[in-house]
Every structure is written in C-alpha cells, then in structure tokens.
C-alpha cells in the first residue's frame, strides 16, 4: 500500500521561508518520478516541481529561484524548500508520486496548507 505524508506547512510572513518534506512508504522515491502539486482557494491544482529517478529537478515558472525541490533516499523523503515566500503561495499542497512513462501522477498525499500572511 502507498501513501505519501505530507509535514511542514504553517502560516509565515512574506519574505520567509518554509520546508515540506513527503514521506513516502510502499514506493521508493528514487525510482519514481516525485512532484508537488499546491491548490489554492477557487484555483485549479498547479504544478510546482518534479524530481526525476535520475536526479533531473524541474521548477514551475512561478516558483523558480524561490523554490528548490530535492530527495533524501535515505529517509525515502521528497522535500520542498520554499525562501523568499509571497501570498500568493497560499494553497494546500500536495506530495505525488508516478511512474516514469505514464501520464497522471498515481499517488497523492492528503496535503498540507501552507498561508502566507502579514
């Protein structure tokens, strides 16, 4: 059975700086492609990141320079690093995992919200 975990999120002043991590049991995260997803309020799902099996990070527009998606094999870990975070980072977001090749992310976390707020 797969699940992914989510932890980290929390309410933070524009400008800081937060660290989700997404621990991953029944799939090991290096062989999987691994993502962050984050869903605001009234908003559509929107991609943030994806780190590939062979190590390859890729970063949404928005977030790049800000943000830094990386892994940890040893804890079976993915970890979002966020600096320099602005209100519209609002959302819940959301660890996936997928198999290299296939379309849709296969796996999902339950979320963690994450508010940006003076």
């Known amino acids: 059975q797969v699940q992914l975990v989510e932890s980290g999120g929390g309410l933070v002043q524009p400008g800081g700086s937060l660290r989700l991590s997404c621990v991953a049991s029944g799939v090991t995260v290096s062989n999987f492609l691994m993502g962050w997803f984050r869903q605001a309020p009234g908003k559509q799902r929107e991609w943030v990141a994806t780190?590939?099996?062979?190590?390859?990070?890729i970063h949404a527009d928005s977030v790049k320079g800000r943000f830094t998606i990386s892994r940890d094999n040893a804890k079976n870990t993915v970890v979002l690093q966020m600096n320099s975070l602005k209100p519209e980072d609002t959302a819940v977001y959301y660890c996936a995992s997928k198999l290299q090749g296939r379309v849709s992310y296969d796996y999902w976390g339950q979320g963690t919200q994450v508010t940006v707020s003076s």
């Open positions: 780190i590939h099996p062979g190590g390859t990070k």
